[in-house]
Every structure is written in C-alpha cells, then in structure tokens.
T-cell receptor, first 110, second 111 residues
C-alpha cells in the first residue's frame, strides 16, 4: 500500500510570491491534515479537510489556504510569502484515530 | 501553560540502555494518545497508538498512559543507534479532531 505522498520535495521562493504544495493521501483515506514544522519547533496544525470540506483550521493567517479535490488529494496555498514561512510542511491522512504522515515539502523563502 | 509539554532533550544514552520519554498535558478531554518517531528531515512515523489509560507493548517499545495524572510515557528497551531520532507525542480528544503535538524530544543512542 502506497503511503502519503507530497510534492515537491523542496520549494524555493522569494518573499511576496505564492507557493502551492500538494498531497495525496493513502488510498481510502478521506481526511487530510496539514502541519507546519518550523526549525526547532513542534508541529503546528494548519488545516483539516474531510470529504472535500474544510473542517478546521489552526491559528494561521488567511493567506494560508487550501482545498481538497474529489479524489481526496489536497493542495496547500501560501500567498504573500514571508521569511518566517520557511519550514517543513507536512501532510497526513487519517485512518480511524491514527494519522500517517508524508515526507513533507521543505519550503525556503528568500 | 502549553497544552502538551515534553522534555526537550537532547537525551543521550549508551546503546542497550532503557530510554524513558515523557509528555504531560493539561486537557483532560484527551483520550487518544500517539507516539511518533521523526528522523532528520523526514516526516513523522507512527510508533504507538493507545486509547485511554493503560499500557501497550510492541517489541522493544512500551507506551503508558496515566489519565489521572495527565501523563504519558514511551519506554524503549535495548536501545539501538537506529533509535536516534526526535520523538513526538500527540493526542486528540475527539474522533478525527485536532491532533495536538508535543515539541519533541531528540534522542541520541551512542554505540
């Protein structure tokens, strides 16, 4: 069974640009979670999608947004990038009460 | 007070040692508890999952949950250099709701 996949692996942008990150959940999983993990910090919850709907969002500004497609894959968009947005962005899909993480996208904002 | 607290480490132990990793939490509604292992620059990998209080054992790993004390632990027996990683605790109150993570403890097992 394939795990959670994320693309791209690395992304380099400049301040003010937009970034789009993609995630494909494990087959059969309908819930997708997005987290930000900045260097030296824990995982910060960003967004939760289930069955195509945004179910909850963490304490992040509106320039962090996303969507979930009919095939349950998901996209995270970050607009007006700031230097402090540099982090590892992790996607997870859920089976019952367990989350399974992808390898992450490392976003660097210059 | 943070919702989930975890000893930050780093923690260094010799190969073969018993390792104890701990988290405390403040939200008494948490009832789903997880431990993840994260290697450098990789995504977290689920190690153990427990529901409510009690112990769970899987090979060299044992997870303990004490809801009365709001305290969870992960024990690693016969630690190996390959166990060197950051260990994250996570917990959730409701089915499918927010998972709250601890900041992680970095563990180094020295050969």
């Amino acid at each position: 069974e394939a795990g959670v996949t994320q693309s791209p692996t690395h992304l380099i942008k400049t301040r003010g640009q937009q970034a789009t990150l993609r995630c494909s959940p494990i087959s059969g999983h309908t819930s997708v979670y997005w987290y930000q993990q900045a260097l030296g910090l824990g995982l910060q919850f960003l967004l939760w999608y289930d069955e195509g709907e945004e179910r909850n969002r963490g304490n992040f500004p509106p320039r962090f947004s996303g969507r979930q497609f009919p095939n349950y894959s998901s996209e995270l968009n970050v607009n007006a990038l700031e230097l402090e947005d540099s982090a590892l962005y992790l996607c997870a899909s859920r089976s019952r009460d367990e989350q399974f993480f992808g390898p992450g996208t490392r976003l660097t904002v210059l | 007070q943070k919702e989930v607290e975890q000893d930050p480490g780093p923690l260094s132990v010799p190969e073969g040692a018993i390792v104890s990793l701990n988290c405390t939490y403040s939200n008494s509604a948490f009832q789903y508890f997880m431990w993840y292992r994260q290697y450098s620059r990789k995504g977290p990998e689920l190690l153990m999952y427990t529901y409510s209080s009690g112990n769970k054992e899987d090979g060299r790993f044992t997870a303990q949950v004490d809801k009365s004390s709001k305290y969870i632990s992960l024990f690693i027996r016969d630690s190996q250099p390959s166990d060197s990683a950051t260990y994250l605790c996570a917990m959730s109150a409701d089915y499918g709701q927010n998972f709250v993570f601890g900041p992680g403890t970095r563990l180094s097992v020295l050969p």
